[in-house]
């Protein structure tokens, strides 16, 4: 993606941070990677991405399930081919 669908600014691949509240229990997880529109904010999530966030998600919110860490692969976008560098 290279454009905003909701504005048309540009989309840059960014690491997030994702702040929900999910069953009255607020969760923070950092690091997550999402395009991310300059000009209004906008984040996009891949699916494999929205799948992790989403067993992070049922783990808050059955308590008898234990509590569990997924690992998440780190992308590292400055090594993406075709990829502009941004100064920042």
Known sequence: MKECYLCRGVVEKKLVVVEREWNGK?????????EVCEQCGE???DSETTLKLEKI????????EQD???????????????????SG
Request: charged share 25%; hydrophobic share 40%; glycine share 2%.
């Open 57 to 64: 998600k049922k783990a808050s919110t059955y308590p008898q």
């Open 68 to 86: 569990i860490s997924i690992s998440a692969l780190v992308r590292r976008f400055d090594r993406l081919p075709n990829q502009q560098r941004v």
């Open 26 to 34: 607020k969760i923070i997880i950092e690091g997550v990677p999402a």
């Open 43 to 45: 984040k996009y999530f």
